[in-house]
């Protein structure tokens, strides 16, 4: 492909997969659209930023014609759309925000793909990125699959749910040609300290409390970033038509155990005596409607496509917690500001 639009290319994994596709492929021209909300942070991307193969808009999704006058001018064969409201703890304060981001934004997106692509789809490709959280909660035992009915149970999981039913319509209705991918939890450098791995580096930084939302039990299924931006690749480049592919590492923690681990490396890291990071950790008042466990079966992917892991947790916790100590200037911008007023009335 000459031309792909990524959207939301300056938040976490949206950095991570512009990188990845500007660094891959010199002769591809990388347009990244974002509205540059509290998550989105050109500093993610200041080592390519100068890349010829790379540009910058300012945009919202929400606008269908800036939407579409986009679409015109720069006239992109691939779409890769991961330009969202992501925090289920904000999802469930304004649940409308991720209505208008996550689903109206995409029909924008892909009314505007059909509009300049409708005379020829061949060798065009709009790939959705979404989540696990539309497959709802699992109990102890059992895996997402591909077939597994969709069941959502928060706003966030609701509004990428219609995102991920609207991507399916628009393939069988007007034959647009895409792929989805429905990933489990990430983490890595340039994560948004809401979320809970980076938070709780945040908080060891600043001795103040890890919060623990309920009994901890809740269990998460963990992907390094950097992996889920070579699926993402992998599925944009050769994922069949029409198709949706798990993305996940086979990597399950329950939250309490993955916390204990993040302070043992951090206590070591800081030269701290052990159980020091432990002290922190502070049972609050649990989520509402809090899935109890995802986990992802990535047979799918791995079968026709060969992907896999490159990391294990460890490994990958332990990068991650170094970026963070390397780049404190990365984390004091970003939680100046409006993050301050966000953390009082989350966490009071
Ligand atoms: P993020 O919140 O870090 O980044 C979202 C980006 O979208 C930001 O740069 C923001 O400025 C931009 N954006 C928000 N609203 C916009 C709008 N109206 N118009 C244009 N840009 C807008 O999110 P993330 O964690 O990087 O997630 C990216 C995608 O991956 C999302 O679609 C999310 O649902 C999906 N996903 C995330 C995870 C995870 O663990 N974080 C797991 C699976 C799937
Ligand atoms: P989060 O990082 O918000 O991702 P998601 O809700 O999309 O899975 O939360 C991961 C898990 O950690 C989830 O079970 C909620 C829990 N959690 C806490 O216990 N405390 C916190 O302060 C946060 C932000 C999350």
Redesign the pocket.
């Known amino acids: 492909m000459n031309k792909i639009l990524i959207?939301?290319?300056?938040?976490?994994?949206?950095?991570h997969v512009v990188r990845e596709m500007v660094t891959k492929y010199p002769d591809t021209q990388i347009i990244n659209?974002?509205?540059?909300?509290?998550?989105?942070?050109l500093e993610n991307l200041k080592d390519i930023e100068n890349f010829n193969n790379y540009q910058f808009i300012k945009?919202?999704?929400?606008d269908a014609k800036q939407i579409l006058d986009i679409f015109h001018e720069h006239k992109p064969d691939g779409v890769i759309?991961?330009?969202?409201?992501?925090?289920v703890d904000r999802s469930i304060t304004n649940p409308l925000d991720f209505v208008?981001?996550?689903v109206i934004?995409t029909v924008n997106l892909l009314n505007a793909a059909k509009e300049i692509w409708k005379d020829n789809y061949q060798g065009k490709r709009f790939h959705h990125?979404?989540?696990?959280?539309v497959y709802g909660t699992l109990g102890e035992e059992g895996f997402f699959t591909e077939e597994t009915s969709y069941d959502p149970h928060s706003p966030?999981s609701a509004s990428?749910a219609s995102s991920d039913h609207f991507v399916r319509a628009y393939h069988d209705t007007y034959g647009l040609p895409i792929v989805i991918t429905?990933?489990?939890?990430?983490?890595g450098p340039n994560?948004?300290p809401e979320?809970l791995i980076p938070l709780c580096i945040h908080n060891v930084l600043n001795n103040k409390p890890l919060p623990i939302y309920g009994n901890g039990k809740y269990t998460r299924d963990w992907l390094f970033v950097i992996d889920?931006a070579k699926a993402i690749d992998l599925v944009f480049h050769e994922g069949k038509n029409g198709s949706s592919y798990n993305v996940g590492g086979f990597n399950e923690w329950q939250n309490i155990d993955l916390v204990r681990e993040l302070c043992k490396q951090m206590d070591e890291k800081l030269g701290n005596p052990v159980g020091t990071a432990e002290q922190l950790i502070t049972y609050v008042t649990d989520r509402p409607g809090h899935d109890l466990r995802y986990a992802i079966d990535a047979t799918k992917i791995n079968r026709e496509l060969g992907w896999k892991p490159s990391v294990t947790f460890e490994e990958g916790l332990s990068l991650t917690i170094d970026w963070f100590l390397n780049n404190s200037e990365w984390l004091n911008n970003v939680t100046s500001g409006d993050y301050q007023q966000y953390y009082q009335k989350q966490y009071k």
Do not use: P, Q, R, W
């Open positions: 959207t939301g290319g300056a938040g976490f994994i949206g950095s659209i974002d509205a540059l909300t509290y998550a989105g942070n945009a919202d999704i929400t759309h991961l330009a969202a409201e992501s925090h208008m981001t996550n934004g990125v979404s989540t696990d959280e966030y990428k429905n990933c489990s939890n990430n983490y994560h948004f979320k889920h």
